[in-house]
């Protein structure tokens, strides 16, 4: 969340850096091979392949003089405590290892004007998901299980997040002004998303005020979810974690669950349904109001990308082309949603 992706660092990294690198994790270990990996919006990823085990380095930027520099730390370092706290307790996650001197989770060092952080994990083999209804029950299961262990997890982000979602605060004053974007070609398609935005908002602060909140991993998708052999190997990258309300770690994946199968045409309320039974089975029955949120937050996350990103890209044409191609189809998601809260809920 507080990282950039910067890839004049990444690239200049050789197999000295790697062998130096590792050499603060562990007592011996020699590199075979090493490959950058495609995916990661805000880190850069390498498969490092040595004599003992295969390991992902994981490299994150940030400029030094960045006024969230240490809370950057300090959630990287809660990040990986996380990860920890919950693998021992057999949840699906890859190991992490700690500095062998000081005990840390992270390598920290300088380049040019960004902090550099490093982090080092069990490469886990697995395949990202294709949503199934036998894929949905197993998240729901592992999800299930989180939660009632992060209920028992003593974390350190002490300061609640007084937003009520994660994506929240991309949303700004001149954002919620549409008067200035009425000139725009998709100035009704924007003013309708908005319209959504503000009713919906409503329900959603109200609710995070009033109800439990603990850590959740905030980015559970099928980018993160691993599968080998029809079971889940690993859920990985814990980086957006927060505090906040399980209908918000709920409504994340049903976002992303909608978002595929819409793409691939399939109708969706069938998965959202059969979500919802599953994840009650593994935990405590979900009530009709923490139904209702969670597909809420799924609706919030596509309002909340859509109005800023139709906002910042209107200097942009070929961006802009993309982005209201885009906010038209989710716009229909949307819609599909709230028929469901106006039928079910």
């Excluded at 075979?32 to 392949?49: H, I, K, Q, R, W």
């Excluded at 001149?174 to 908002?201: K, M, W």
Aim: hydrophobic share 35%.
């Amino acid at each position: 969340m507080y990282f950039t992706k910067d890839e004049s660092i990444s690239k200049k990294l050789s197999k000295k850096h790697f062998t130096n690198f590792l050499k603060m994790f562990f007592k011996d270990c020699t590199i075979l091979s090493y490959e950058m990996l495609p995916d990661g919006a805000e880190n850069t990823c390498f498969l490092v392949n040595t004599t003992e085990r295969s390991l992902l380095v994981r490299i994150s930027t940030i400029k030094s003089t960045h006024k969230m520099v240490d809370r950057a730390r300090f959630t990287l370092d809660e990040e990986m405590r996380f990860m920890e706290f919950l693998h021992k307790q057999g949840i699906p996650i890859p190991s992490v290892y700690r500095q062998q001197e000081n005990s840390q989770p992270y390598l920290e060092y300088q380049e040019q004007d960004q902090c550099v952080f490093v982090t080092v994990t069990d490469f886990i083999i697995g395949s990202h998901v294709n949503y199934t209804m036998e894929v949905v029950e197993l998240v729901a299961e592992v999800q299930a299980r989180m939660h009632r262990l992060a209920k028992n997890y003593q974390h350190y982000l002490s300061i609640l997040n007084e937003e009520h979602s994660a994506m929240s605060i991309r949303i700004k004053k001149e954002h919620l002004d549409s008067d200035g974007y009425q000139n725009q070609p998709s100035g009704p398609l924007y003013r309708r998303l908005l319209d959504v935005y503000l009713e919906n908002v409503e329900h959603l602060k109200e609710y995070f005020i009033r109800n439990e909140k603990l850590l959740i991993h905030c980015d559970m998708k099928a980018d993160n979810i691993l599968v080998l052999d029809g079971r889940l190997s690993a859920v990985i990258d814990f980086g957006d974690i927060r505090v906040s309300v399980i209908a918000e770690d709920l409504g994340v994946f049903i976002w992303d669950l909608c978002d595929h199968l819409n793409r691939d045409q399939i109708d969706f309320s069938p998965y959202i349904k059969m979500y919802f039974q599953a994840y009650s089975r593994y935990s405590k029955e979900l009530s009709r109001l923490e139904k209702e949120m969670a597909i809420r937050y799924a609706i919030d996350r596509y309002l909340n990308i859509n109005i800023y990103y139709l906002m910042e890209n209107q200097p942009f044409p070929e961006r802009m082309k993309y982005q209201v191609d885009k906010a038209e189809r989710q716009f229909e998601i949307i819609q599909c949603l709230l028929k469901i809260l106006q039928e079910e809920f």
